[in-house]
Every structure is written in structure tokens, then in C-alpha cells.
């Protein structure tokens, strides 16, 4: 990992714990859960409690393992030749032509997806029930920050176009402010035949949006009146210096449907992974494992909890 003056690991830090938000993490894994099939959905629906809770872990350990840092982003300008095509889909080829040192400052999510994706099959086929659940959560929460257009930038904060705080203020403001509201049912699951092909799709998909999400703020930041565009507002239980929730409404509605839409992605690509991981280890009969904890009951206190986290927030 490339070596940060304290000020620079400080930020990044800050930055890592707000990727997606850890309300837009938990939301995601509870409907991809939803999104299963009956053959693995009772496991992953005995697990729900524990699959939701752990989708941040990844973002915790950004604190303690240097490695972390870079699975979660991709700064795609910086690998670019001349088009997206130019860079190399597999971890082998694009070692040999960046070299490791500059992969880990650049990011490496989309080999981070497929590496866990592997992991989940092998968890799967050694019916490891806490491997599986480690590996499957991690695994939703690299698919689901490939899924956020500034985690595929090298502008990831708007650092480089005079608008810092876009990152916290696209994935943990709005969708804290308007989560609650979008239609996360998105229908079946889906086998993904070339899982590293379609990490890149994802990548690609996100880092296209790019530009609409800063040029959006960025006109509605000129034609706003600069004293409502921020104001002090309650968050976590502390009020902050951020911003207004009128500009938030205003930029939301500018994005014009798009958060909702790459969290349905998120919801959909996630369940699809964790589907085909289990198909690929040859449909392992996981209902064997629940047998065994027959007398432990799923913690039913912290399954309510985390209900109730999504009720509040609809009323
Ligand atoms: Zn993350």
C-alpha cells in the first residue's frame, strides 16, 4: 500500500467508513437475502441477523489491515491507455502491466469481487457455515461499492472539482434520507456464467455515471442560493455542518431516480453472486447445517432490531 502522510490515512479512513453508508450496506444485504430462492434462502434467512450486521465489516477492517483499503475502489483513470477496454480484465495480465505496487494504490475491486466470490464457492463446498457467512457478507459489500460511481474515480471526494464531501453526501446522505422509500424488491435471481467479466460490467456501469453525478451538484450548486445549500443538521445523534436538507432533496431529485436504481443493481447483483457461488459448489444441501443448530434459535433480538431499523425510517 502506497505510504500516506497520518492527515492523508486520517481521511481516507473517514472516507472508508462512509462507503455506501452502513444503513445502505445493511439494506442491500437484507433484500438480496430476500431475493434467494427457496433451495438457499433458508439458510441465508436463518443467518439474516448475523449476513446484515457483518455487511460493514469490510469497512472496519480498513482500520487494521493495509490491504483493505484498496479492495474496496478503483481509480479507473489512472489505468486508462485509451478507452476502458485497455485495461486488463484478469488480476495476471493487469499485474504484469501496472505492476502489484501501483494496483493497490489504484484499487483493485473488481479482482477483490471475484477472489471472494471463489472463496464463498470453496466455503460452500466445505460447508463451513461461519466461512460462509464471513465470505458471503464481504462479498456483497465489494459488489455493492463497485456499484457506487465515486468508488470508480479518482475524484472519489470531489477533491478535484471543488466539491468535497460529494462522496458521503451521494451514498450515506440520500440514501439515509430517501432509502427508506425506494422499491428494493427486484425479482429473480440470476446464474452469472462469467463472474469477473461481470464485476468489470459493474465497474463500467458505475464509472459511466461519473460525470453526471459531480456536473449534476455541480450546476445545482451554482444556480442554489450558497447559504441554503448547507446548514446544521442531526446525524448519528450529533448535529454537524452539512448539507441542508432542501439541497439534498433538490440534488436528489436532480440525480433523477439514479441512487435508487444502482442500489436495486447492488440488491440483485449481490444475491445473484451468492446464488451462483452456491450453484458452482454443486448445490451443497445447506438445510443439513441448520439441523445441527436445531436447538440454537436464530438471535431473534438482534433479527427485530434490524427490522425495526427499516420500519422507523418509513414512518
Ligand atoms: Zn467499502
Not at 446548514?231 to 433538490?250: G, L, M, P
Request: glycine fraction near 4%; include cysteine.
Amino acid at each position: 500500500m502506497k505510504k500516506l502522510p497520518l492527515f492523508c490515512v486520517c481521511m481516507c479512513t473517514a472516507f472508508f467508513l462512509q462507503s455506501w453508508g452502513f444503513y445502505a450496506h445493511k439494506l442491500i444485504h437484507e433484500y438480496a437475502i430476500y431475493t434467494l430462492p427457496t433451495d438457499i434462502a433458508l439458510f441465508f434467512k436463518f443467518h439474516r441477523a448475523e449476513l446484515i450486521e457483518r455487511a460493514v465489516d469490510a469497512d472496519k477492517r480498513v482500520y487494521v489491515h493495509d490491504d483493505e483499503g484498496p479492495r474496496h475502489f478503483i481509480d479507473i483513470e489512472d489505468l486508462i491507455d485509451k478507452d476502458l477496454e485497455s485495461i486488463p480484465m484478469r488480476w495476471v495480465d493487469a499485474k504484469e502491466k501496472y505492476g502489484e505496487e501501483k494496483l493497490k494504490e489504484t484499487g483493485v475491486v473488481p479482482w477483490q469481487i471475484y477472489r471472494s466470490y471463489i472463496q464463498l464457492i470453496e466455503a460452500f463446498k466445505s460447508k463451513d457455515e461461519s466461512k460462509i457467512i464471513r465470505t458471503a457478507a464481504d462479498l456483497g459489500h465489494y459488489i455493492s461499492d463497485a456499484h457506487v460511481p465515486l468508488h470508480t474515480t479518482k475524484n472519489y471526494n470531489g477533491q478535484l472539482s471543488g466539491q468535497i464531501g460529494i462522496h458521503a453526501f451521494w451514498e450515506s446522505r440520500l440514501t439515509e434520507m430517501y432509502g427508506n422509500e425506494y422499491n428494493l424488491l427486484v425479482g429473480k435471481v440470476e446464474w452469472i456464467e462469467k463472474p469477473l467479466q461481470r464485476a468489470w460490467d459493474i465497474v463500467k456501469s458505475s464509472h459511466i455515471l461519473v460525470d453526471s453525478v459531480l456536473n449534476i451538484e455541480k450546476s445545482l450548486s451554482e444556480s442554489y442560493p450558497k447559504k441554503e445549500q448547507k446548514s446544521y443538521i442531526k446525524r448519528n445523534n450529533q448535529v454537524i455542518f452539512n448539507y441542508s436538507d432542501i439541497y439534498a432533496k433538490a440534488y436528489h431529485e436532480a440525480l433523477n431516480g439514479m441512487v435508487e436504481q444502482r442500489m436495486r443493481n447492488s440488491v440483485h447483483q449481490v444475491a445473484s453472486y451468492w446464488y451462483s457461488a452456491w450453484i458452482e459448489a454443486g448445490q451443497p444441501d445447506l438445510s443439513s447445517l441448520l439441523k445441527k443448530r436445531k436447538k440454537s434459535k436464530p438471535d431473534s433480538k438482534k433479527e427485530t432490531q434490524s427490522l425495526d431499523m427499516h420500519k422507523e425510517r418509513k414512518h
